[in-house]
């Protein structure tokens, strides 16, 4: 057995989990988060859903991205990954798990608030997988902070900057490498609907990618391009535990939601292999919830 997968007997299961209190510095690595986070590295089993494609994962190292990597992959689809520098051990070790599938990987690593990378990228990883099908725009910043009066405008323009200005110009690079029959899928969130008041501007950027899928997919149509988003609830991933959440929230994360937990990352990646594949041929601007259960739109 390799090296990863006899790792992940310590992984979470869809069990209820209780996190211990922890906190990591921006951006967090799966490989210090505990308990591990489930990408599906042991249960997905592919189908050819996406046999030949092309993927670009913004956030591939870790958390949903890695989860929607490891599918997409056992799916068919060739992948560049594209990641935080800090979060190469992730990137690795995920880019190991592809390798297996015996898919091509390629690591684009970078910082997208940096204009000349994410403009760039679309294209380099074009270069890289000798064209592109799919931009999963999956790449996010979340620090909680409690009061308005303590939000700062830097963190403000980072996670905008990060959130939904890098989407802007990802997805507008992609609109001309795509092809017909291509597919962008946002991942956006339940703080979209249901804002968290301690996640004043993460949310806001949320609402804004939920609006932005719906008028780029309009425009998008008119090129035979599908444009859709997955609004996930709370996912166990490294974005938790580096700010996202008030540390003392960490043992009851998830909770609240119909089914009284977490989810995992591998709980998510189906919607984004459902909405990037073929059988989705008709589906443009809508939203996925994979939320355990919550009120939603
Ligand atoms: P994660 O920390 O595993 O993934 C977020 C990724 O964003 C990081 O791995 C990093 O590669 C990337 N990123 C952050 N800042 C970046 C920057 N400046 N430049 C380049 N890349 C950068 O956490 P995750 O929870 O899997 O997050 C993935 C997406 O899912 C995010 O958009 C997040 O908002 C969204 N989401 C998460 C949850 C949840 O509960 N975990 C719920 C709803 C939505
Ligand atoms: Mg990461």
Redesign the pocket.
């Given at each position: 057995m390799s090296e990863h997968l006899s790792q992940d007997t310590q992984r979470a299961g869809k069990e209820r989990i209780s996190p211990p209190e922890q906190r990591q510095p921006e951006?967090?690595l799966d490989q210090k988060l505990e308990p591990r986070a489930d990408h599906g590295e042991r249960s997905y089993r592919g189908r050819d859903r996406l046999t030949g494609k092309r993927a670009l994962i913004?956030?591939g190292?870790?958390?949903?991205?890695?989860a929607v990597a490891i599918a997409f992959a056992r799916e068919g689809a060739d992948v560049a990954l594209?990641?935080?520098p800090a979060?190469e051990p992730d990137a690795i070790r995920i880019a190991s798990i592809l390798d297996e599938a015996g898919v091509q990987v390629q690591h684009l690593p970078?910082?997208?608030?940096e204009r000349s990378y994410r403009d760039s990228l679309v294209d380099q990883a074009a270069k890289a997988l000798g064209g592109l099908d799919i931009l999963v725009n999956?790449?996010?910043?979340?620090v909680s902070v409690p009061s308005l009066e303590q939000l700062r405008d830097e963190q403000i323009e980072a996670t905008f900057d990060?959130?939904i200005f890098a989407m802007f110009a990802l997805s507008r690079a992609a609109l001309k490498v795509l092809p017909e029959g291509g597919s962008i899928i946002n991942?956006t969130?339940?703080?979209a609907f249901d804002p968290s008041d301690h996640l004043m501007d993460y949310a806001a950027t949320k609402g804004a990618i939920s609006n932005f899928t719906k008028s780029l997919a309009s425009q998008a149509a008119r090129r035979g391009i599908r444009v859709n988003a997955v609004a996930?609830?709370?996912?166990w991933?490294?974005?938790?535990p580096s700010d996202g959440q008030p540390i003392e929230a960490l043992p009851e994360f998830g909770h609240d939601t119909w089914l009284g937990r977490a989810g995992q990352?591998v709980e998510v990646s189906p919607a984004y292999v459902f909405l990037a594949s073929d059988e989705a041929s008709y589906i443009l601007g809508s939203t996925v919830h994979v939320n355990g259960g919550k009120n939603q739109p």
């Amino acid at each position: 057995m390799s090296e990863h997968l006899s790792q992940d007997t310590q992984r979470a299961g869809k069990e209820r989990i209780s996190p211990p209190e922890q906190r990591q510095p921006e951006p967090g690595l799966d490989q210090k988060l505990e308990p591990r986070a489930d990408h599906g590295e042991r249960s997905y089993r592919g189908r050819d859903r996406l046999t030949g494609k092309r993927a670009l994962i913004t956030g591939g190292d870790s958390g949903i991205g890695a989860a929607v990597a490891i599918a997409f992959a056992r799916e068919g689809a060739d992948v560049a990954l594209a990641y935080l520098p800090a979060e190469e051990p992730d990137a690795i070790r995920i880019a190991s798990i592809l390798d297996e599938a015996g898919v091509q990987v390629q690591h684009l690593p970078g910082d997208l608030r940096e204009r000349s990378y994410r403009d760039s990228l679309v294209d380099q990883a074009a270069k890289a997988l000798g064209g592109l099908d799919i931009l999963v725009n999956n790449a996010g910043k979340q620090v909680s902070v409690p009061s308005l009066e303590q939000l700062r405008d830097e963190q403000i323009e980072a996670t905008f900057d990060v959130n939904i200005f890098a989407m802007f110009a990802l997805s507008r690079a992609a609109l001309k490498v795509l092809p017909e029959g291509g597919s962008i899928i946002n991942t956006t969130s339940i703080q979209a609907f249901d804002p968290s008041d301690h996640l004043m501007d993460y949310a806001a950027t949320k609402g804004a990618i939920s609006n932005f899928t719906k008028s780029l997919a309009s425009q998008a149509a008119r090129r035979g391009i599908r444009v859709n988003a997955v609004a996930p609830g709370p996912i166990w991933t490294p974005l938790q535990p580096s700010d996202g959440q008030p540390i003392e929230a960490l043992p009851e994360f998830g909770h609240d939601t119909w089914l009284g937990r977490a989810g995992q990352p591998v709980e998510v990646s189906p919607a984004y292999v459902f909405l990037a594949s073929d059988e989705a041929s008709y589906i443009l601007g809508s939203t996925v919830h994979v939320n355990g259960g919550k009120n939603q739109p």
